[in-house]
């Protein structure tokens, strides 16, 4: 039922027209806000209802009949002031009862409604004190119980809590509308917080500019804003303009964002509320999983060295031991803390002088004489590794990457980096260059040939050890051998174990990539295929966002280092496929929907009241997108992102 019918109201003072023919209605025992920002008209309002200003056209009326005829005083609508203009020097019971003194009413009536709202607002302990022995929120209180003990029609309150702090003001919050809910007054607040108006009111009127922009409840004018000014007004919004097609809304710069039906060719804003949004991870996810793949199968390694060494030779274990802690303690260095070392290695062997080299290739040698046990611990270990999760036989094993320079040609080249390498190995050496992990049964019988061929210390130019397996890594019998013989000393052992894991590593890593570049090819021509037969728009959005480096035509691996590997993962996994990061709504709508062309980079996500906000950089679009999500999100700065929504979950309003 109407309580309160504003209709054509408008006000003006000199040139600044403060309401413009504004008309709501107010209904009975409810709790109504005016809500909107600093100087659209709200206390203007206010004061029209109250009959502490006049308006210049229209009509109000009260339960049907003119207010504007009746003299303030008269009216039955209190007004609760922002400074609640409490009497300092009366008591909390002598500023309550002072409307009820002025109306002459008995003062046995007067003890008992005053008991009576001190109990309501829980001040009755507090009823002979001072407003300055109280605070804020029980001051607020005492105004709120000098307001209803008159039992208005209709309580007023320009910006209520405002004085409060904010703790104490959400405390008030619940209480003003418990206090509203007992006595049944019809509650009109004015505020410029929207959550106040939010959290307390049945309904809001949105205000800008002298005018009312919208009147619902506050559920409404969330999810259904009908006006650009409410979109942005009320909560965070992304709002997108566009033209409106069939297929959506679509947006200069960006392209066809899902969007409700509208009318074709309109121009309109799309609205997408934070927590509608749906972000998909695109590239961390997959280097993600390389640097799993990479972990797993160094920590593989190095337990199948270090368990080799200790079952061979007690003599040697401590030192193969030592060597192979210090490589598990090098787990993730990568292919560039690798190539690092190797060039550390190699500057410190040039500049040896000859004869040390020739020292080490004599010891070498001796080593070799005594190595029957230490033999039988490499072709065990060789043959482990060939056994274990780092599948390396023939038939499914990615090419190692090839030299720089092949190695029947380091002898007639130029002395480089990369020949001296080579040179280092000699020319039975060379076979082994191409395939750094053995892959040939054969190998597993204990040979002096093949650790001849494995031995990774200079011979003769004194290059460094790592030098000679620069084409993927220190063979590994090699290393496992020289722990054993303790010609090394713990610290060169370790960083030859680091080398020789690293060249396994990265052969592993080198094999998913090819599976995953040839799987996600295949489903890419799979989505072409199905797209042809659809929608042509559809597929030239999908043909921007899924080209991708080609798949290899057999299982042979891409001709880079582990990291480049990572990367190549990251642009060859479809967006489709990858991890939803950030969503909120129904997963199998979001299936139906067409994607969204957007694509964006988390400039920053922070975490406060139970959900994470993500801000995000769009390129074509002016400000940030936001995103929320409960909990926590698994997605930090710096991450490139897919953004997508349900269209049912954007609103469309006219522009
Ligand atoms: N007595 C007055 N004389 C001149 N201009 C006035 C007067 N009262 C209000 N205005 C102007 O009318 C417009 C609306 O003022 P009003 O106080 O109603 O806004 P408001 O929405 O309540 O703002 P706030 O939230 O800051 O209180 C403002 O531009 C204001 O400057």
């Not at 001072?130 to 320009?158: C, E, N, T, Y």
């Not at 409404?220 to 809304?249: H, W």
């Not at 490589?327 to 060039?343: G, L, R, V």
Request: proline share 6%.
């Amino acid at each position: 039922m109407t309580l309160i019918s504003i209709d054509g109201v408008s006000r003006r003072f000199g040139d600044v027209t403060a309401l413009d023919s504004v008309s709501l209605e107010i209904r009975q025992g409810e709790f109504f806000a005016l809500l909107g920002p600093s100087g659209c008209g709200k206390t203007t309002l206010l004061r029209i209802l109250a009959g502490f200003e006049q308006p210049d056209d229209g009509a109000v009326s009260l339960d049907g009949e003119d207010l504007l005829k009746i003299a303030p005083h008269r009216r039955p609508i209190n007004l609760m002031f922002q400074s609640y203009a409490l009497f300092p020097h009366m008591t909390v019971e002598r500023n309550i009862a002072y409307g009820l003194e002025r109306e002459k009413l008995p003062k046995k009536e007067i003890r008992e409604r005053v008991a009576e709202v001190l109990e309501t607002v829980g001040l009755s302990t507090q009823a002979r004190r001072k407003p300055h022995q109280l605070s804020g929120g029980q001051r607020q209180r005492v105004a709120l119980a000098r307001a209803i003990v008159k039992r208005p029609r209709l309580l007023l309150l320009d910006e209520p809590l405002s004085a409060l702090d904010k703790k104490v003001r959400a405390e008030m919050q619940l209480e003003l509308k418990r206090l509203q809910h007992e006595v049944g007054i019809t509650f009109v607040v004015v505020t410029h917080d929207q959550e106040e108006a939010m959290s307390l009111a049945d309904r809001i009127a949105v205000m800008q500019g002298g005018k009312v922009e919208q009147v619902d409840a506050p559920i409404e004018l969330y999810d259904r804003p009908r006006t650009p000014f409410v979109a942005g007004f009320i909560g965070a919004n992304n709002i997108f303009s566009g033209k409106v097609t069939e297929g959506g809304v679509h947006v200069d710069g960006i392209g066809l964002l899902p969007a409700p039906k509208g009318v074709d060719g309109d121009t309109a804003l799309l609205a997408v509320r934070p927590e509608k949004v749906r972000l998909t991870q695109i590239a961390p996810k997959a280097e993600e999983a390389v640097e799993a793949v990479e972990a797993k199968a160094v920590a593989e390694v190095t337990a199948e060295v270090k368990d080799d060494a200790v079952t061979t030779d007690e003599g040697a274990e401590p030192k193969a031991e030592e060597a192979a802690d210090a490589a598990e303690a090098k787990t993730d260095a990568d292919a560039e803390a690798t190539s690092e070392s190797a060039d550390e290695s190699k500057d410190e062997a040039t500049a040896d002088n000859t004869d040390e080299a020739k020292d080490e290739a004599k010891d070498e040698s001796e080593a070799k004489d005594e190595a029957t046990s230490e033999e039988a611990a490499e072709s065990t270990a060789e043959a482990e590794v060939k056994e274990g999760p780092l599948k390396t036989d023939e038939g499914a094993e990615p090419k190692a990457p090839e030299p720089a320079v092949p190695a029947d040609e380091a002898e007639s080249a130029e002395p480089s980096d990369e020949v001296q390498a080579d040179e280092s190995k000699g020319e039975a050496d060379a076979e082994a260059d191409s395939e750094p992990v053995a892959t040939d049964s054969d190998e597993a019988e204990p040979q002096g040939d093949a650790v001849s061929e494995a031995e990774p210390k200079p011979e003769t130019e004194g290059e460094a050890p790592a030098e000679a397996e620069a084409d993927g890594g220190t063979d590994l019998r090699a290393v496992v051998k020289d722990a054993m013989s303790g010609e090394l000393d713990a610290e060169a052992m370790a960083e030859m174990v680091s080398k020789a894991v690293a060249g396994v590593v990265a052969k592993v890593v080198a094999e998913v990539v090819a599976e995953v570049i040839a799987d996600n090819d295949a489903k890419a021509r799979a989505k072409t295929e199905e797209k042809d037969e659809t929608a042509p728009e559809a597929e030239v959005a999908a043909e921007t966002e899924t080209t991708r480096e080609p798949a290899p035509e057999t299982g042979d691996a891409p001709e880079t280092a582990p990291e480049t590997a990572a990367e190549t993962v990251a642009e060859a996994v479809p967006v489709q496929k990858q991890e939803v990061v950030a969503e909120s709504g129904d997963e199998d709508k979001a299936d139906a929907e067409p994607e969204s062309p957007l694509r964006g980079t988390v400039v920053d996500v922070s975490f406060y009241g139970g959900t994470s906000h993500i801000v995000l950089r769009v390129e074509g679009h002016e400000g940030h997108v936001l995103a929320a999500t409960q909990g926590s999100a698994r997605v930090e700065p710096g991450t490139e992102v897919a953004i997508g929504w349900d269209a049912a979950d954007a609103v469309l309003i006219p522009a």
